[in-house]
């Protein structure tokens, strides 16, 4: 069966330093991936995504991701985080199959000033 | 301005009282879907549809209707809501599924409550 896994519930770094949000999927075929972001009380907004191509996606507000075959995973980076980045980060996978999306739990970010 | 609305925004019901979130979108989408949102657990899909008259279950149709009778709108029907369906729910939509054109815009979200 698909599945997303995001393994870090909750992270916290400081303003300034760099992130690493990790990313794991289960899934037979090459699949279409998304990084979304969620501010409290919001919806969700698409940060990037990956269809085929080069491996190293840019997406919006300086965010970037890698898609790695060998490990099964896409992880979101930012090399310098901003006070605003604080959000949820919801990692995704859609089956091209069967046109369902998938979604990880999420991983909840803290900004330190 | 390309947006995808849900109404009501909040609702408290009570158990048995059947009622629908209605979800529509401006920009001729032929694929929406409906989420819910759980503390833990992130968004798990309940209903999609790739066009007029076309859906399909996604991970949790349980307790939950749709119809796609015209392309903007994709109303979730709850029958007879039950205290386990209190969640977020969102309302999304794309342009279509594969290619690198593929955006999947969210509505706001509904908040309900179910007693």
């Known amino acids: 069966a698909q599945s997303v896994t995001q393994p870090d519930i909750h992270i916290t770094v400081s303003e300034g330093a760099s992130l690493e949000l990790r990313c794991n999927y289960s899934y037979g075929a090459t699949p279409y991936l998304f990084w979304y972001v969620q501010s409290p009380g919001q919806g969700l907004q698409l940060l990037l995504k990956?269809?085929?191509?080069?491996?190293l996606v840019q997406g919006i507000k300086g965010f970037e991701a890698e898609f790695k075959r060998s490990q099964s995973s896409f992880n979101l980076r930012k090399p310098s985080v901003h006070w605003s980045d604080a959000a949820e980060y919801f990692c995704?996978?859609?089956?091209?199959?069967?046109?369902?999306?998938?979604f990880g739990t999420g991983t909840r970010l803290k900004v330190l000033a | 301005e390309a947006q995808v609305t849900q109404n009501p925004r909040y609702l408290i019901t009570v158990t048995g009282k059947k009622l629908t979130v209605t979800c529509s979108q401006n920009m001729n989408h032929e694929y929406m879907s409906w989420y819910r949102q759980d503390p833990g657990l992130g968004l798990r899909q309940i209903y999609y549809?790739?066009?007029?008259?076309?859906?399909d279950k996604g991970d949790v149709p349980e307790g939950y209707k749709v119809s796609r009778k015209e392309k903007r709108n994709f109303p979730l029907i709850l029958e007879s809501p039950s205290p386990n369906q209190t969640s977020l729910y969102f309302c999304?939509?794309?342009?279509?599924?594969?290619?690198?054109?593929?955006?999947?815009?969210f509505g706001p979200g509904t908040r309900l409550l179910v007693l």
């Open positions: 995704a996978v859609l089956s091209s199959g069967t046109y369902k999306y998938i």
């Open positions: 990956y269809f085929s191509g080069d491996t």
């Open positions: 999304a939509s794309s342009v279509r599924l594969a290619g690198s054109q593929e955006t999947q815009y």
């Open positions: 549809s790739m066009n007029v008259e076309v859906t």
